[in-house]
């Protein structure tokens, strides 16, 4: 299961349950799939993303940076 949460209150805010496969499309990795997916609606609205070192890579950072 992936989650997008609140890290001062720990409220679940977007979920996506993972089966083992990607149905979608993907034209990115898995990891820049999946963070690109749970922080669409937070992009450009003041948030900080903070996610796992496995998800990172110097494409994902340069695709958030110009989104915002």
Partial sequence: MWC???PRTG???KY???FGRI???MPNEVGDHVINKMAA???DKGYRLCYDNIFSSVKLATELL???
């Fill in 11 to 13: 409220y679940i805010l």
């Fill in 23 to 25: 149905k979608e499309p």
């Fill in 4 to 6: 997008a949460a609140d």
């Fill in 16 to 18: 996506d349950v993972y």
């Fill in 66 to 68: 110009e989104k915002t």
């Fill in 41 to 43: 609606r937070f992009l």
